[in-house]
């Protein structure tokens, strides 16, 4: 089970992190993923760090956002810097059982429930 909070209500260039508790799962066993979802949009890939610690980020991201992972907590973290207003969406974790990090979320195995961001300019 995975339980996502954080999230709020920001001006742009503000900052949050997102946190994504585990239950019944070592993080560090699995990948684990950030998406996102704005009104009327898909769900898309924002960065997952691998089982071995490797970090991936959507290029929209990347420079602004970083994720880590706290083995001892079994929580991984999302941390949104100079938040822009297109970043608004509902920020979904998520967990995936292959060995390798996938983008697309319907490869993904669990999830959390989603917690929103709001960013206004």
């Known amino acids: 089970q995975l339980q996502a909070s954080g999230g709020g209500l920001v001006q742009a260039g503000d900052s949050l992190r997102l946190s994504c508790v585990a239950s019944?799962?070592?993080?560090?066993?699995?990948?684990m993923g950030w998406f996102r979802q704005a009104p009327g949009k898909e769900r898309e890939f924002v960065t997952a760090?691998?089982?071995?610690?490797?970090?991936y980020y959507a290029d929209s991201v990347k420079g602004r956002f970083t994720i880590s992972r706290d083995n001892a907590k079994n929580t991984v973290y999302l941390q949104t810097n100079s938040l822009k207003p297109e970043d608004t969406a509902v920020y979904y974790c998520?967990?995936?059982?292959?060995?390798?990090?996938?983008?697309?979320?319907?490869?993904?195995?669990?999830w959390g429930q989603g917690t929103l961001v709001t960013v206004s300019s």
């Open positions: 760090i691998s089982r071995s610690g490797g970090l």
């Open positions: 998520a967990a995936d059982r292959a060995s390798y990090v996938r983008r697309t979320a319907t490869e993904y195995d669990y």
């Open positions: 019944g799962r070592t993080l560090s066993t699995v990948t």
